[in-house]
């Protein structure tokens, strides 16, 4: 009796604690392979001595490519029929995840010494056979939200765990990298960079391997994954994301998001190395602005109950413009008392952007179900690839930009971590700007695009649910005949 208290009305395990814990441990396998993402730039312009213009180039030729092969590979997760043990996005969770054991680490092979057009090769190819397990990994892992529950506050019990699953496996590495991976004059060391990154790969299969083995597949009924169905139109699944409005808008946020927070990482590392002139406490310094994402976690389900997803995220990106504004305008010293406004600017930063991370990930879920109630069709996989396509684009643009940004304010990879002070504080301002458009980015995209305010959300739920109800009614007549 008290083990049929546990399953639902279908005989499965009820929404609970440890769905949340298993869906954070899967983005915590992801961000053990991409955490070390943001250590590139340091990587091959101040190690491997590779051109910034060069760096920039090459960066923005990958990450086209990984933006192209997002969508690709969701169309094809979309299109496959194979009859899997478990569920098909597990499926291919599990084979991404064996390839992420070691393929984070080719992108940081220690060998400054090799001549140019090798190292060309080496970053094309590391990249390239990175990014592919990772999206294979990392595409049906975002689908996977929206089939675990229909429930909304399941789905930001889900995003919000979701966003804690990647701080900690931001935060981690943010931290203790910096005190290992630099030397006493602020300069990176690549065999150790190259070794971080063969332990984060382990960490990060033990991971996937255990959200895995609790995940729960509730509403597989709703998409009918190892079924024949039609065949995927690709030109039509791209016209209806144009028309997506809440795909839209979570997409320019999420743009936002990525440009300040990949665009200007490789500024504040050489903001700490050479304007603060203490590269080694910029993980912990980052961990500080990290505080009030973690204190409004717990919080999240219930006050989106109470307010709204967007509702929240728009106050949030005022927070954040508000913010970047002041980190702007203020005059920030290279000594402790500027670090210190640095901090408090970034706090106020981090929870505005916290509150918008903790639930994006459903609202991405609540976009696809958009999606299916405006084209009848749900298209998970290629919604999904879409936005990530996206990201990916200004995960990969921003940096470059940014990068040929710093070379333009005076930049140069040649002084390593001992830049002119002239160029620091060139680049505390830069920090400071890239912040600001990021967080104004975020305001567009929630409060002028995404159109699922708290209101339309619930009219949304209730016409998918009669959709719902009405289909499995017709069923028993069909198979009868």
């Known amino acids: 009796m008290s083990k ?25 396998g992801c961000n053990m392979s991409f955490a070390l993402k943001s250590t590139l730039v340091i990587f091959w312009t101040q190690f491997m001595k590779m051109e910034s213009s060069l760096y920039a180039l ?7 490519w990984d933006a192209i092969n997002d969508p690709l590979i969701g169309s094809i997760i979309d299109a496959d029929k194979h009859q899997y043990k478990k569920n098909k996005f597990l499926a291919y969770i599990w084979a991404g995840s064996i390839g992420l054991l070691v393929a984070g680490a080719l992108c940081f092979l220690p060998i400054p010494t090799a ?181 409004f976690t ?13 509702e929240l995220s728009v106050v949030g990106a005022i927070c954040s413009m508000v913010a970047c504004a002041l980190m702007l305008i203020i005059r920030i010293t290279p000594d402790g008392k500027g670090i210190a406004i640095y901090v408090v ?25 958009y999606n299916e109630w405006k084209s009848g069709s749900r298209e998970e996989g290629t919604v999904y690839s879409l936005h990530s396509f996206f990201r990916k684009l200004a995960q990969g643009v921003g940096p470059s930009l940014a990068l040929l940004l710093m070379v333009g304010l005076g930049y140069s990879e040649a002084h390593a971590g001992n830049q002119l002070f002239t160029v620091a504080l060139n ?10 458009f990021s967080a104004v980015m975020q305001f567009v995209g929630l409060a002028l695009i995404y159109n699922l305010d708290k209101k339309t959300l619930e009219e949304m739920n209730t016409a998918l649910e009669a959709k719902a109800a009405a289909n499995a009614s017709a069923k028993p007549a069909t198979d009868a005949e």
């Open 4 to 28: 049929e208290k546990l399953l639902d009305e279908n005989g499965k395990r009820k929404f609970g604690m440890l769905d949340s814990v298993s869906y954070a441990a899967g983005d915590f």
């Open 115 to 295: 001549p140019k057009w090798a190292k060309i090769i080496i970053f094309i190819a590391g990249y390239v056979i990175w990014d592919a397990f990772y999206t294979v990994a990392n595409v049906p892992y975002g689908s996977l939200l929206s089939l675990i529950s229909k429930d909304p506050a399941d789905r930001a019990s889900l995003s919000a765990w979701r966003s804690i699953g990647s701080m900690i496996g931001n935060m981690v590495p943010m931290v203790i990298l910096p005190m290992i991976i630099y030397d006493e004059n602020n300069n990176i060391i690549g065999s150790k960079v190259f070794l971080a990154a063969l332990i984060m790969g382990i960490l990060g299969f033990i991971s996937f391997q255990f959200m895995i083995k609790t995940t729960v597949v509730r509403e597989e009924d709703d998409v009918k994954c190892n079924e024949p169905k039609e065949k995927i139109n690709i030109l039509a699944a791209i016209k209806n994301f144009a028309k997506n409005r809440p795909a839209i808008g979570a997409t320019v946020a999420a743009m936002g998001m990525f440009i300040g927070m990949q665009g200007g990482t490789a500024a504040v590392t050489v903001l700490f190395q050479s304007y603060f002139k203490n590269v080694q406490i910029s993980g912990i310094v980052q961990l500080f602005a990290m505080i009030p994402i973690v204190a």
């Open 298 to 310: 717990p919080f999240a389900r219930k006050m989106v109950t109470k307010y709204g997803k967007k």
């Open 427 to 436: 680049l505390r301002y830069l920090v400071a700007g890239l912040y600001l």
């Open 58 to 64: 090459l960066l923005i030729i990958v990450q086209v």
């Open 345 to 369: 600017c970034q706090l106020i930063n981090s929870l505005g952007m916290g509150i918008y991370s903790t639930v994006s990930w459903s609202m991405m879920g609540d976009a696809i179900d």
